[in-house]
């Protein structure tokens, strides 16, 4: 498997590590003071890849109970038509893309770490998304054929089966508190555990992939129940999400950083990394993106690993200030 990142990255990886944690300005100031610079595309993937808007009516607008029902109805059966053709969209955009990039250099399931040269940031979010939500597409199909405009209220608690582009905001929501509430159960069993902190004995590869499959709300919630985590489950999930976000840091560098994030992209990318999101400003998650980007950049695979670990093992508001800051000795 290729652990390196590629040749358009690595050329000025060291240049844009310095540049976000560079001692001319600091990143905090600069991410509130900056003025917003223009959405990149280089870093946004299309917004076919994102939910589309719901439109439903007000109950007030409407003066029959069943018509508001119907009406309703018909609204969601819209919503989830839209959400699939995005689906298919974002795959056709995708298939083009990989038309134009040299057959040896295309991305590959068996090498989920490899960013392919010609990739932005938007072209690698949209393969992955493209990945997530194909895998769901017939499940998901075969319910709203069945139970059309009921749809909303099965799959709200089951977001496993839903594609992105499918999920209601409500369902959005919903998850964003589980993932924040279990990520501090997750927080709080660790401390427990090992009172010692991230370098102790205690903490092991084995036990910070299991922190990291509960914290990032990666495995699902029933294992916290049962009180283990099943064999493979890391492979399944936890190395896919490592992989993806090796890439996707290097690229968020390369292709200029938080500032040219769309606010929805923004959120994605904080959730994505265990940031909590719900109550915070733009500006705030703006910074805590910054702040991961500036402490995980290293020109060393393993180095920038192991300090990926360290973050992810510790609540964002102990994150450390300063880049020189101890790591494990074990990798993710």
Not at 223 to 237: A, T
Request: charged fraction near 25%; hydrophobic fraction near 40%.
């Amino acid at each position: 498997m290729n652990h390196r990142i590629p040749s358009r990255l690595c050329r000025s990886s060291c240049h844009s590590a310095l540049r976000l944690h560079g001692s001319l300005v600091p990143l905090r100031r600069a991410h509130r003071d900056a003025l917003p610079p223009p959405k990149s595309p280089l870093l946004n993937p299309p917004a076919s890849t994102r939910p589309p808007p719901l439109t439903v009516p007000q109950r007030s607008s409407v003066d029959s109970t069943f018509q508001y029902l119907f009406q309703m109805g018909k609204g969601y059966v819209r919503f989830y038509k839209d959400g699939l053709k995005g689906v298919w969209a974002s795959r056709k955009l995708l298939r083009q893309k990989l038309d134009r990039t040299p057959r040896d250099d295309r991305p590959s399931i068996w090498r989920p770490y490899h960013v392919p040269k010609t990739f932005s940031r938007a072209d690698w979010v949209l393969l992955w998304r493209v990945r997530h939500d194909m895998l769901r597409l017939p499940l998901f199909g075969l319910m709203l054929v069945v139970i059309g405009e009921f749809t909303a209220l099965v799959v709200i608690y089951v977001d496993g089966v839903v594609p992105y582009t499918c999920r209601i905001p409500k369902q959005i929501l919903t998850g964003a508190q589980r993932a924040e509430q279990r990520r501090r159960a997750a927080f709080d069993e660790l401390e427990a555990r090992c009172p010692h902190g991230l370098l102790s004995s205690r903490v092991t590869a084995d036990v910070a992939r299991t922190h990291v499959l509960r914290s990032l709300d990666l495995a699902g919630s029933i294992w916290d129940r049962l009180g283990f985590m099943p064999p493979g489950m890391w492979q399944v999930k936890g190395r896919l999400r490592m992989a993806f976000l090796e890439g996707d840091d290097a690229n968020l560098i390369e292709d200029g950083g938080p500032l040219g994030l769309e606010p929805a992209e923004l959120v994605i990318a904080c959730k994505e990394r265990g940031i909590d999101t719900l109550g915070e400003s733009e500006a705030d998650l703006m910074s805590l993106l910054g702040d991961w980007l500036r402490l995980t950049a290293a020109e060393d695979i393993a180095e920038r690993r192991r300090r990926m670990a360290t973050l992810l093992l510790t609540r964002v508001e102990n994150w450390p200030e300063h880049r020189d800051f101890a790591v494990p000795e074990w990798e993710l």
